[in-house]
C-alpha cells in the first residue's frame, strides 16, 4: 500500500507512533538529545495510560522550548521550523481523530525536511510546489518495493521509514513499537549527521 493508504488505515496507536517516529527523527533540528521523546513512546506502549499524553507532551516541549511556533520571518532555517510545528501541533489528546490529522501533517512536513536537507539536491524544487509533488509521492508511494525513482536519497530513505513504522505497527500493534523505534532511531542518526555537516559548511 502508499503510504497514504497506510495512514488512512492505521488505528489511533499507529498513527501517534507515526507521527512521533517522523518527529523523532527531526529531534536533531529542535536542538534535543536522543532520549527527550522517549517518555511519550513508553506512553504508547500496552501499559501506557494515553490520559498521560498531554501532560508528557508538555513536558517535552518544555525541556526543547518550543512552547510556541514562531513565524516565518523570524527564523532562517525553513527545516526547523518545520520541526517546530510538528511538535506544536502535536494533539493534547490520543484519539485516532485528532493522531491521523497529526500523522498526516508530520509525514509531509518530514518528507519536506528531509528533501531541504538533502545535499545531493539544489533549491529548484524548494517552496510552495514542494508539499504537493511529496504529497504525489506519499500517494503513489511503493518505497517499500525499491520504487522511489526521482526521489532525492534522504527523501527515498525517509519514505521507507515511514512506510515501514505503519506497517509494523499495523503487523503487531504495540508489539511493533520496540522496532518503530529502532527504525526512526537509523533515521535520526542519519539526519544528525546531515545537520551536522550542514552546520560545518556554514561555519
Not at 517518555?39 to 522550548?65: F, I, M, T
Not at 527523501?155 to 513504522?165: G, N, W, Y
Amino acid at each position: 500500500m502508499s503510504l497514504v493508504e497506510l495512514i488512512a488505515q492505521a488505528d489511533e496507536r499507529g498513527l501517534a507512533a507515526s507521527g512521533l517516529a517522523c518527529l523523532d527523527r527531526c529531534v536533531p533540528l529542535l536542538g534535543g538529545d536522543d532520549e527527550v521523546l522517549r517518555p511519550l513512546w513508553a506512553n504508547l506502549a500496552a501499559g501506557g495510560d494515553p490520559a498521560g499524553w498531554g501532560e508528557l507532551l508538555e513536558q517535552v516541549r518544555g525541556k526543547l522550548g518550543v512552547a510556541e511556533v514562531v513565524d516565518d520571518e523570524d527564523i532562517e532555517d525553513e527545516a526547523a521550523l518545520l520541526a517546530r510545528r510538528m511538535l506544536a501541533a502535536a494533539p493534547a489528546v490520543r484519539s485516532a481523530a485528532e493522531a491521523r490529522i497529526w500523522a498526516d501533517a508530520c509525514s509531509v512536513a518530514s518528507l519536506q525536511i528531509h528533501r531541504l536537507l538533502d545535499p545531493a539536491q539544489d533549491d529548484a524544487s524548494s517552496g510552495d510546489a514542494l508539499p504537493q509533488a511529496l504529497n504525489s509521492v506519499r500517494a503513489g508511494g511503493t518505497a517499500a518495493e525499491g520504487r522511489t525513482e526521482g526521489m532525492s536519497p534522504l527523501v527515498a530513505a525517509e519514505l521507507r521509514r515511514q512506510i515501514s513504522v505503519l506497517e509494523l505497527l499495523a503487523g503487531h500493534g504495540a508489539g511493533g513499537l520496540r522496532r518503530a523505534l529502532e527504525v526512526s532511531t537509523e533515521g535520526r542518526r542519519v539526519l544528525r549527521a546531515v545537520v551536522s555537516r550542514r552546520a560545518r559548511g556554514r561555519g
